[in-house]
């Protein structure tokens, strides 16, 4: 069996902390990274151990984003201990009922509610320093979908693959991004990443990857979540619910419901074929198959929304036409 040194060094800390000298240590979830998390235990006490190999950069910016959140009013679990060196944090234990398990059609209009008035919140947090969401960064992630959806997964040759058009079809996408007001953006808001907490109401995780970029970008995270759909009237209403709160809030600027909505969409065009990159980079790069199963939502999105907008509408013609649906699947998304 291979010896895991990272938990014998992370097991060595958490014995070193007064009160945690006894504890249990469990796997208590993973993510796309690196970063692992185990659940300590002591009698009636928990906590989570959070591990990010080799990443102390992103320790700092856990910590730091943690407490411009908190600053705000956003539930982010509290830090009991900390060895930046080593990558290693001791978190208050928000428990594991994520709000992807409490999604029903019962439960969703309150919870996602409370989401957005969250996500309000967030919006007001401190931006200063922050990495830009500008066009490189836009850019650099559209082109892992070519490379790891078409060319690895699906094993088109980049001779084969229509090279204009996506560089065309995704410099549009681009210029168009960039010219959307900027906000706060935890990068991440989801079902999976935002926790039914019991004492905390919704509590927020997976944050240290904020940046300044587009005002439509956590909600449409949120609203067009990779792991669960609903139907196209609905979010439309919450996306509008959430333009007219901003606004009365003073977090958004004036601006039409259907240009709010056009802003949602393509920045939701551009997500859903990053992800489609990165759900085929986690299978064959990292090891991690389970993302495949989503790639068929994913992919409903890409068609949903891309053959809305005639410059966006050829690359959609040429997945089709090349059978892409066929081959990974889709979801069909109820209008």
């Not at 495949?292 to 992919?299: A, C, F, G, M, N």
Request: hydrophobic share 45%.
């Amino acid at each position: 069996m291979t010896q895991d040194v990272r938990l014998e060094q992370l097991s060595q800390w958490l014995h070193s902390l007064a009160a945690w000298e006894q504890a249990t240590i469990a796997p208590a979830s993973h993510d796309a990274s690196t970063r692992r998390y185990f659940r300590a235990t002591l009698g009636d006490k928990t906590a989570i151990v959070m591990d990010a190999p080799d990443d102390q950069a992103g320790v700092a910016a856990f910590l730091d984003i943690g407490e411009r959140l908190a600053r705000v009013g956003v539930s982010t679990p509290e830090v009991y201990a900390q060895n930046r060196l080593d990558g290693f944090l001791l978190l208050e234990d928000f428990g594991n009922t994520l709000l992807l398990d409490r999604l029903d059609l019962c439960a969703v209009e309150g919870l996602y509610e409370q989401a957005m008035t969250t996500l309000m919140s967030i919006q007001t947090a401190d931006p200063e320093g922050l990495p830009i969401y500008d066009a490189e960064f836009f850019r650099r992630e559209l082109d892992i979908m070519p490379e790891w959806l078409l060319g690895r997964h699906l094993g088109f040759r980049a001779e084969d693959q229509p090279t204009e058009l996506i560089h065309e079809t995704f410099s549009w996408l681009v210029a168009e991004l960039v010219q959307q007001p900027q906000s706060f953006v935890h990068r991440d808001y989801h079902s999976r990443n935002l926790m039914l907490t019991e004492h905390k109401g919704l509590g927020v995780i997976d944050y240290q990857g904020a940046v300044l970029g587009p005002v439509t970008y956590d909600l449409m995270s949120l609203l067009r979540d990779c792991y669960i759909a609903w139907p196209q009237k609905r979010v439309e209403l919450w996306v509008d619910e959430f333009r007219k709160a901003a606004i009365a809030k003073g977090t958004l600027q004036p601006v039409d419901q259907y240009e709010f909505l056009r802003w949602f969409d393509l920045m939701s065009l551009q997500r859903h074929i990053k992800v489609l990159g990165i759900f085929a980079r986690l299978n064959h790069r990292d090891g991690k198959s389970a993302y495949l199963q989503d790639l068929p939502r994913v992919l409903s999105y890409v068609l949903l929304v891309g053959e809305r907008y005639p410059e966006t509408a050829p690359l959609i013609a040429w997945l089709r036409a090349q059978g892409i649906p066929e081959k990974i699947g889709t979801v069909i998304i109820p209008a």
